[in-house]
């Protein structure tokens, strides 16, 4: 196996992996640091962010851009391993970790960018539709599209394609609830049912990539073991 594939992998892996223990932080620093916000209006939501330090917001957003474009990578390292009649299956994967990483991006860059720039520069009309604090935004909705449909098929492709070994069975257990979670923090969404996109979307993709991206690096470093 050559040893540049096998590094990409694992140092896209460390890096989704990283990139989750960052947003726990800053969930728990944002959670300690200012009350929880429930949207209600425009003013309501500029008065809470002068009033609260946003700098756990923003270190979160910033690493959602740095995980989505490191999954894109590390579906690719999984095509790799995927069974030979199946590599379709890991091709329509990949396409969808892209859409996924292509739209969670433009989202999140948008926040800690253009709309950074208009709250300091007290630009607030028709503001409300590109923040995310806003859940029935245009962007929200943008990237509640990528986190529940493109990321969700994305790995469920690459559940169906990847190889039946021993060392994989982490990685596919994790996408398979990765998948799931993602179904219905979709449902959720759509229904307005917040708890259940909550559950999902934030506990069930956590819980899905921290075994992913784990049984990875342990997948990976048995390879490397292998070809010494």
């Known amino acids: 196996m050559n040893k540049i594939i096998l590094n990409i992998g ?17 969930f728990a620093g944002i ?24 700098f756990f917001q923003y270190l979160a957003k910033s690493f959602m851009i740095i995980f989505s474009l490191a999954y894109m990578i590390l579906a690719i390292f999984f095509y790799e391993f995927t069974i030979t009649d199946r590599k379709i299956l890991a091709k329509i994967g ?23 720039f208009a709250i300091t520069e ?26 529940t449909i493109f990321l969700g098929l994305s790995t469920l492709f690459m559940y169906l394609g990847l190889i039946h070994r021993s060392e994989t069975k982490g990685i596919r257990l ?23 996109t909550f559950v999902f979307i934030n506990l069930g993709v956590g819980l899905a990539f921290f ?18």
């Not at 959670?31 to 946003?54: C, G, M, V």
């Not at 992913?212 to 292998?226: D, P």
């Open 10 to 26: 694992l140092w896209s892996a460390i890096i989704c992996l990283t990139s989750f223990i960052v947003w726990i932080i800053s």
């Open 31 to 54: 959670a300690i640091q200012s009350p929880l916000f429930y949207w209600t209006n425009i003013e309501d939501y500029i008065q809470y962010i002068n009033n609260n330090n946003q």
């Open 94 to 116: 990949i396409t969808f970790s892209i859409m996924f990483a292509l739209v969670s991006s433009v989202h999140y860059f948008v926040q800690i960018s253009s709309v950074r």
């Open 122 to 147: 007290n630009e607030y009309s028709g503001l409300e539709h590109f923040l995310q604090s806003n859940p029935s935004s245009f962007l929200s909705s943008v990237n509640m599209l990528g986190w």
């Open 174 to 196: 994790g996408l398979l609830i990765n998948s799931i979670s993602c179904i219905f923090g979709g449902i959720g969404y759509l229904f307005q049912i917040d708890l259940l």
């Open 211 to 228: 075994i992913i991206t784990i049984s990875s690096i342990r997948f990976i470093n048995i390879l490397k073991r292998e070809h010494k």
